[in-house]
Structures are given as structure tokens and as C-alpha cells.
């Protein structure tokens, strides 16, 4: 779990599944962001043992985990209280969708979705309290939101409670002042899971906060790095997994998310946008610069896009409907349409500029 050590850590005696589990999604990654299927190829035999040794390890369709949300607010010196088999089931649950669009990438056949699925019901029949709409464990001293925002973040929560089991999450930040309660395993879902269901304004907030615990009260206490943990005793200050909300501000707030293949598709879209008025981002791929800024003046939003040779974009603009939109240049790849608050256009490479005068 700890690699390398220099004999001190965790052994097989003690698992925690949330750790090695990035094996899996760490070759999707790579594939996400260079589109090469060598390393997919030659990790598979391995990847496929470690995860059969992951599954035999469940017991009552739980995975059993020693570390959990690790140095959550007010838990300064070790795990979150609630029961770890939460997030080490939910983590595993990942583990094996993603290696189930591994083997579907590389043509593997597998029964990773069936064992994902399977781990899903245990998890749900374990933590899901249904009538409250919202996950729990009898560990737990008040509602954690690692708990509810990771099942979110994952697919696991059944489809006719997800929309309430958000609206719960988003009213406990609000009720504590829009502070986090999330250990290096919550935290960097929270905030793209507030916005996804529709309360970047909430998501927003949290990222500005300046109080503890927040990234804010870091910044005010002389940080110019993301800490190990919350307090201001922390032992590491170089320890990145309490800083993930940088990758909200890339797919959320500048709006650039990279789809698949080796940036063969990119979505722009600033969904994110409370109480900030202009983002920008840009970044090398290996088929050219991707740029992203918009600004926010009144009720008029610009959105400039640089896409490059070989990749397309599904630009979504926000507006009430594409006549409120100009865009420049006008050849798209289709006619755009209009779907939730936006105006999507799809496009090939080049410079595009668009202006919605009736964002909001």
C-alpha cells in the first residue's frame, strides 16, 4: 500500500482496498490522456490477479478496509469513525467497472460489471438508509459526506434516489457553514459531485472558503502547497491528496474535460460558474494545445475554445436556447441544439469564440 517503505506501512494482513484499487484507474487514465493500449495490454495479467485477490477478500459483499477517509476534520491522527467497508466497497466497486472498460478496450472478455454490480447491492444494503435518503453506518457521530458524495461519484447510488441523496449532501455543507467534513477519499469528489447535481453554487462556496477546514485557511496560514491534513499541526505539508479540488477547477469551473483516447474528444463546458466571473485553462496534449477561457460581464458570457488537429469538441454554451448564441466561425460538424440550460455545438479543430447574451 505503501510503495516504497522503508519497512514500515501495511501488509496483505491489512488492506486498504481505497489505496492499491488506483492500480486499474491509473491505467484508465493513461489511456484516457494518450490513447495507447500498450500498457493496458501488458498489465492485464497482473491487474487481473490483484483484483481476483481483492474479490476474494469480500465478505457479506463488503470489502474490508483498514484506513477509510483517512484525516478527515476533527480526526487529526488517523481514519474517519464511520465504517471503513463503506468506502473500501465503493473504491473496489470502481476498481472493477474500470477494468471492465480495460477489457473492453483491449477485446479481454470479464465479469468485472457482474462483480461491480454485486459489490453496488452489498454496499446499498449495508449503508443505504432509504427512508432518509442518504447513506450512513452505525460508526458514524454525525452525517459524513465522504459517505454520501463517494456512492454519487461512483454510479452506486440507485437511480430514484440519487437526486435526494445530492440534496442531502448539499444541505449539510450549507448547514455547517459551507465547510467540508471530508477526509484525502471525499474530498476530491465533493465538489464535482455538489455541481454535477446541481449545486455548483454550494461547490463554489466550499472552494472559496476561507475558514477552517478549507483550502482558504491553508492559503491564510502561509501555504503555498496542498497539506496532509486540515489542522494546522499538520506533519506533512507537501502531501497532495487534501488538494483534488484543482481537478473541479479544470473540468468544472474552466469547463475542459478530456473523454477518451488520447484527447480524440474533449467536452467544454463551465458549469461551475457562482460567484466567479472569468476562468481560463490550457494544456498540451499529444495532439496539440487545448485552451479554454470564458468571461462573465452582466448577463453576456464569452467562451473562447482552441481545439487541435485531430480532435473534436462538444462545446456546451450557457444559454436559454442557440438564439441567444453567436458563434464564430459558423461551420459546425451539426446544427446545435439546446438541452439544460445550454446550446451544444459540435466542432472540429481551430479557434472558436462564442457569446451567449442570456447567461445567467
Not at 465504517?83 to 483491449?106: K, N, Q
Not at 502547497?225 to 473541479?248: A, C, I, L, P
Request: charged residues 25%.
Amino acid at each position: 500500500m505503501i510503495v516504497p517503505t522503508s519497512g514500515w506501512g501495511f501488509t496483505d494482513l491489512s488492506p486498504a482496498t481505497e489505496w492499491p484499487t488506483v492500480y486499474p484507474f491509473l491505467l484508465r487514465e493513461m489511456y484516457r490522456w494518450y490513447g495507447d493500449e500498450r500498457l493496458l495490454r501488458e498489465h492485464w495479467d497482473s491487474l487481473t490477479r490483484y483484483l481476483a485477490w481483492e474479490l476474494d477478500r469480500v465478505e457479506d459483499g463488503l470489502s474490508v478496509s483498514v484506513l477509510g477517509d483517512w484525516l478527515p476534520p476533527g480526526f487529526g491522527s488517523g481514519p474517519a469513525p464511520e465504517d471503513r467497508r463503506l468506502t473500501g466497497t465503493a473504491y473496489l466497486h470502481r476498481a472493477c467497472v474500470v477494468a471492465a472498460e480495460i477489457g473492453e478496450v483491449i477485446g479481454q472478455p470479464n465479469d468485472y460489471r457482474k462483480a461491480a454490480a454485486e459489490l453496488a447491492d452489498g454496499l446499498n444494503r449495508a449503508f443505504l438508509d432509504r427512508d432518509a435518503g442518504r447513506y450512513r453506518s452505525a460508526d458514524d457521530p454525525d452525517y459524513r459526506q465522504t459517505s454520501n458524495a463517494v456512492p454519487l461519484a461512483f454510479g452506486i447510488v440507485p437511480e430514484d434516489l440519487a437526486d435526494r441523496v445530492a440534496a442531502g449532501l448539499a444541505a449539510d455543507v450549507e448547514a455547517r457553514g459551507f465547510h467540508l467534513n471530508t477526509g484525502c477519499l471525499g474530498v476530491g469528489v465533493l465538489l464535482p459531485v455538489l455541481t454535477k447535481y446541481g449545486y455548483g453554487d454550494v461547490a463554489t462556496k466550499v472552494a472559496l472558503q476561507r475558514s477552517y477546514p478549507s483550502w482558504g485557511y491553508w492559503f491564510d496560514l502561509g501555504a503555498d502547497t496542498m497539506w496532509e491534513k486540515w489542522e494546522d499541526d499538520s506533519r506533512s505539508r507537501n502531501h497532495y491528496f487534501q488538494g483534488t479540488v484543482v481537478q473541479w477547477i479544470f473540468e468544472n469551473v474552466a469547463g475542459l474535460r478530456v473523454v477518451d483516447a488520447g484527447c480524440e474528444r474533449i467536452v467544454v463546458r463551465p458549469d461551475a460558474r457562482d460567484e466567479v466571473d472569468s476562468a481560463s485553462i490550457r494544456t498540451e496534449t499529444i495532439r496539440g494545445r487545448v485552451a479554454v477561457s470564458w468571461q462573465r460581464t452582466g448577463h453576456v458570457l464569452s467562451l473562447d475554445v482552441q481545439v487541435p488537429v485531430g480532435t473534436t469538441a462538444e462545446v456546451h454554451v450557457p444559454s436559454a436556447r442557440a438564439a441567444d448564441v453567436e458563434a464564430v466561425p459558423r461551420s459546425f460538424a451539426g446544427p446545435p441544439t439546446d438541452a439544460d440550460g445550454y446550446t451544444v455545438y459540435t466542432v472540429g479543430a481551430g479557434q472558436w469564440s462564442f457569446t451567449s447574451r442570456s447567461a445567467s
